[in-house]
């Protein structure tokens, strides 16, 4: 059926020449007339009483037209911030509002708003706002927010905990209890945030004649937030449109939704006129969600013979001062998550959400999954050493084999766990990294190998997964195809584009599924008015998994159309038809042939006589996708790293992926992708921290502070593929978008304790920065 070979095809995307001569139009693009601009009154202290806040020199500053503060702001919504994964049962969800009110939780949250007729003004008008804080003793740390004596961030709450949640499978009791050995460790991760290049930003006008707000939101969930929208707002979401333009990159902290777009949605309201927010970049270290700060406890139970046979422990998730639209689902994902791609036959892993004095905890690609994937290799890695075993043997030993296999929450569908380790390790044999090594070593540097070995749950997912992740937003994606009067075909997509290429490969599905070349294929997406509603939107890794299925089913319904009409004008029979780069042949007799043009124009133009009497006119199909499962794809990081032994400097030599998405639409871009999330990897486990003082003051302001890794630290990347479809996904695809984080920081802390044989040393918090470093290697000196 499918005659294009476009599934599968390494083409360039289709997305970049815009963006690449400057065509493309970003929020901070969207002028429109009349059209004020705000700024928002933040925090610098992390815990007070708003004893009081006067804002009479800033609404009588020229060219000010409304001031709002968290009293007008809780006035106005009809609900407080909602959190669409109620992860676990009873978990506390505070209330909040997008400016505070009464109290301050955290440096950088909103605590008034001005709309001016530009930024300028409105930023001059925040410094004429007096707010009177009563402090209070900030909860900066999991330490304090655990403690006896904790300030309590809410009142009307006993203590600091949201939530309490516990994963369970087996007997855990007895796999310990007949251990031949138990291993324990303790994990820190820092804070640390998505930061894609463009801040986030809105652009709402709300129409006072019509009572219409038309947004235009950096959102990856435009169906989602138009949803949360009307409920925060009471408003019907018919009265609501949301459109997205480019988006200069999300990586999960453009899911959630926000206080900003209440604000300015109110804002507009007041002043019955346009208006632009948009955060600027140290106001985007407070402002959009951080993520990845948690401490974990981890025992396992195995027998001598390396199989790991009992897992039990905690995830302590610190969040912030209140919670994101995420909820604690990304430290439910890590908890959830916490045996990976390990047959462990018990496990209790229990998981405790903490809120402190800091921004809050929201979405950032990989979710839960990096940390949970840093334990999993580091137990593998240690029981191996105490059982003096290779620990690739205590990995093979492990790995899931018997698919599909129910996990403690998930049921992986597909996997081949040990072919995907041995397709990693060739490539090491391939690239010569022993001899490399080997070689370093004999000149005396300290290079070392290291690797890790994850999976991933993707493609999220099936509506009715809401027993297993409380989530409030139904997870199907829906995709319409047409075929316009001239033959060309247009994709019609509820998921944003933000940098994945998602646009390329489903005009790639399309197109293949279709039999019409790639160019005769156009994607849009961005309007909630016009486009299909996708449930989470972009996010957990679902365009491909999701969308790829929906245009697959619609354009195959459509090519069977395609064909009867294409009958009727050659008046042959639709199976004796073929669809070729767009045109239509008899099979056997090349000249016989009918356009993608003459159809398109046979269905909406002339349609007597060359539209058969029982076809509808036009050429369209909507396909609605909803899994019956996640989809579980996999991946094993390989890295070669190079320590210096003086500064604890990590200079990475090489980096190679050995991936599975089951089958791939674009490996071009999925080489991309991995390449990408590996530059977040390396982020998160040499670099990026946002630091808090003693006084729970945020110290990570600029990029001056929170370092990146640049092109000249990133190493080369390798990535081999190896397909393992899906087996409910049709098309077998799975997702792998946020695949590149999850393994890296694991595989960097392994090729660094390699490097170092002479010290004994343990790497179990990250980032490991060159301090770190040099403290964990003169602790393990001095073994
Ligand atoms: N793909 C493919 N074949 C497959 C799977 C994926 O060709 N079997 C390609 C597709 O082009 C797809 C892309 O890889 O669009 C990513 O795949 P998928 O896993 O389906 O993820 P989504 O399209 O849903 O993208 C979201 C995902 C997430 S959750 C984050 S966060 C993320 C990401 O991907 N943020 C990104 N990739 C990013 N890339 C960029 N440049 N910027 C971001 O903000």
């Known amino acids: 059926m499918e005659t294009n070979g476009l599934i599968g095809a390494r083409v360039s995307r289709t997305e970049d020449l815009r963006?690449?001569?400057?065509?493309?139009?970003?929020?901070?693009?969207?002028?429109?007339?009349?059209?004020?601009?705000?700024?928002?009154?933040?925090?610098?202290?992390?815990?007070?009483?708003?004893?009081?806040?006067?804002?009479?020199?800033?609404?009588?500053?020229p060219g000010v037209y409304a001031v709002v503060t968290g009293a007008d702001v809780k006035?106005?919504?009809?609900?407080?911030?909602?959190?669409?994964?109620?992860?676990?049962?009873?978990?506390?969800?505070?209330?909040?509002?997008?400016?505070?009110?009464?109290?301050?939780?955290?440096?950088?949250?909103?605590?008034?708003?001005?709309?001016?007729?530009?930024?300028?003004?409105?930023?001059?008008?925040?410094?004429?706002?007096?707010?009177?804080?009563?402090?209070?003793?900030?909860?900066?740390?999991?330490?304090?927010?655990?403690?006896?004596?904790?300030?309590?961030?809410?009142?009307?709450?006993?203590?600091?905990?949201?939530?309490?949640?516990?994963?369970?499978?087996?007997?855990?009791?007895?796999?310990?209890?007949?251990?031949?050995?138990?291993?324990?460790?303790?994990?820190?991760?820092?804070?640390?945030?998505?930061?894609?290049?463009?801040?986030?930003?809105?652009?709402?006008?709300?129409?006072?004649?019509?009572?219409?707000?038309?947004?235009?939101?950096?959102?990856?969930?435009?169906?989602?937030?138009?949803?949360?929208?009307?409920?925060?707002?009471?408003?019907?979401?018919?009265k609501i449109r949301v459109r997205t333009p480019d988006i200069g990159g999300g990586f999960g902290n453009k899911f959630d939704l926000y206080g900003e777009e209440i604000v300015a949605s109110i804002l507009s309201r007041r002043t019955g006129k346009p208006v632009k927010l948009v955060e600027d970049r140290a106001e985007s270290f407070g402002a959009t969600v951080h993520s990845r700060e948690q401490k974990i406890e981890v025992e396992i139970a195995a027998s001598n013979d390396g199989t790991i046979t009992g897992l039990r422990g905690t995830v302590y998730g610190v969040l912030g001062g209140a919670l994101s639209s995420a909820g604690v689902s990304p430290c439910?994902?890590?908890?959830?998550?916490?045996?990976?791609?390990?047959?462990?036959?018990?496990?209790?892993?229990?998981?405790?959400?903490?809120?402190?004095?800091?921004?809050?905890?929201?979405?950032?690609?990989?979710?839960?999954?990096?940390?949970?994937?840093?334990?999993?290799?580091?137990?593998?890695?240690?029981?191996?050493?105490?059982?003096?075993?290779?620990?690739?043997?205590?990995?093979?030993?492990?790995?899931?084999?018997?698919?599909?296999?129910?996990?403690?929450?998930?049921?992986?569908?597909?996997?081949?766990?040990?072919?995907?380790?041995?397709?990693?390790?060739?490539?090491?044999?391939?690239?010569?990294?022993?001899?490399?090594?080997?070689?370093?070593?004999?000149?005396?540097?300290?290079?070392?190998?290291?690797?890790?070995?994850?999976?991933?749950?993707?493609?999220?997912?099936?509506?009715?997964?809401?027993?297993?992740?409380?989530?409030?937003?139904?997870?199907?994606?829906?995709?319409?195809?047409?075929?316009?009067?001239?033959?060309?075909?247009?994709?019609?997509?509820?998921?944003?584009?933000?940098?994945?290429?998602?646009?390329?490969?489903?005009?790639?599905?399309?197109?293949?599924?279709?039999?019409?070349?790639?160019?005769?294929?156009?994607?849009?997406?961005?309007?909630?008015?016009?486009?299909?509603?996708?449930?989470?939107?972009?996010?957990?890794?679902?365009g491909a998994a999701l969308g790829g299925p929906a245009v697959r089913a619609a354009a195959t319904r459509l090519k069977a159309k395609v064909l009867r009409i294409a009958g009727h004008i050659l008046e042959a029979a639709p199976d004796d038809l073929v669809i070729s780069d767009g045109v239509v042949s008899v099979k056997g007799v090349p000249d016989r042939i009918v356009t993608m043009a003459e159809i398109g124009d046979a269905a909406y133009r002339r349609l007597n006589g060359r539209l058969p009497e029982d076809e509808s006119p036009t050429l369209e199909e909507r396909e609605v996708y909803d899994p019956a499962n996640v989809a579980t794809s996999f991946g094993c990081t390989a890295v070669l790293a190079e320590v210096d032994r003086e500064t604890g400097v990590v200079t990475l030599l090489g980096y190679l992926i050995a991936h599975d998405c089951g089958t791939v639409i674009n490996p071009l871009i999925v080489d991309g992708q991995l390449h990408g999330g590996a530059a977040q990897a390396i982020g998160g486990a040499l670099y990026e921290e946002i630091v808090?003082?003693?006084?729970?003051?945020?110290?990570?302001?600029?990029?001056?502070?929170?370092?990146?890794?640049?092109?000249?630290?990133?190493?080369?990347?390798?990535?081999?593929?190896?397909?393992?479809?899906?087996?409910?996904v049709p098309g077998g695809f799975k997702g792998m978008g946020e695949a590149g984080v999850i393994g890296g920081g694991a595989a960097i802390a392994h090729a660094i304790v390699d490097a170092l044989p002479e010290y004994d040393i343990t790497i179990t918090s990250l980032p490991i920065t060159p301090p770190r470093l040099l403290a964990a290697m003169q602790k393990g000196a001095h073994r």
């Open 75 to 238: 006035a106005a919504v009809r609900v407080p911030h909602p959190v669409i994964w109620q992860s676990v049962p009873d978990m506390f969800i505070p209330e909040s509002y997008p400016l505070a009110v009464d109290k301050v939780r955290y440096p950088g949250q909103g605590v008034a708003a001005v709309a001016a007729k530009d930024r300028a003004t409105a930023e001059d008008a925040l410094e004429l706002i007096e707010v009177v804080y009563d402090e209070l003793q900030p909860v900066s740390t999991l330490e304090d927010a655990l403690a006896a004596d904790a300030p309590r961030l809410y009142d009307e709450r006993p203590d600091n905990v949201v939530a309490r949640g516990v994963v369970q499978k087996g007997d855990v009791t007895a796999a310990f209890a007949e251990a031949d050995v138990v291993l324990s460790a303790e994990f820190r991760f820092a804070r640390q945030m998505g930061m894609p290049l463009e801040t986030r930003g809105v652009v709402v006008t709300w129409d006072p004649f019509t009572g219409r707000l038309d947004m235009w939101l950096a959102t990856q969930a435009p169906s989602m937030a138009r949803e949360l929208l009307g409920e925060i707002l009471g408003l019907s979401a018919d």
């Open 692 to 728: 808090y003082d003693a006084d729970g003051r945020m110290r990570t302001r600029s990029f001056a502070d929170y370092l990146w890794p640049s092109a000249t630290e990133i190493p080369p990347f390798g990535v081999s593929h190896m397909a393992t479809p899906s087996d409910h």
């Open 332 to 542: 439910w994902v890590t908890t959830s998550l916490i045996t990976g791609p390990y047959d462990i036959g018990a496990v209790e892993m229990a998981m405790v959400a903490v809120l402190t004095n800091r921004t809050p905890y929201g979405s950032f690609r990989g979710y839960g999954l990096p940390k949970a994937n840093f334990v999993q290799e580091h137990m593998v890695e240690k029981l191996a050493k105490r059982l003096g075993m290779d620990a690739h043997a205590v990995r093979r030993k492990n790995f899931v084999t018997d698919f599909p296999y129910q996990s403690p929450v998930f049921v992986y569908d597909t996997g081949r766990y040990e072919e995907c380790l041995d397709l990693c390790l060739a490539s090491v044999r391939q690239a010569g990294w022993q001899e490399l090594r080997d070689q370093a070593r004999a000149r005396g540097s300290a290079v070392g190998i290291g690797y890790s070995f994850h999976n991933e749950i993707t493609g999220l997912g099936p509506s009715r997964i809401g027993n297993l992740s409380g989530a409030t937003q139904s997870g199907f994606d829906e995709e319409v195809v047409r075929i316009d009067s001239t033959g060309h075909v247009t994709v019609y997509t509820g998921l944003s584009a933000i940098g994945q290429g998602i646009h390329t490969a489903l005009a790639q599905v399309a197109a293949h599924s279709l039999g019409v070349p790639l160019d005769h294929v156009t994607v849009i997406s961005g309007d909630t008015d016009t486009g299909p509603y996708t449930g989470y939107g972009t996010g957990a890794s679902r």
């Open 19 to 61: 963006l690449l001569t400057g065509r493309a139009q970003f929020i901070d693009d969207v002028r429109l007339p009349g059209m004020l601009e705000a700024a928002v009154l933040r925090s610098t202290v992390p815990h007070a009483r708003i004893v009081s806040i006067d804002v009479s020199r800033a609404v009588a500053l």
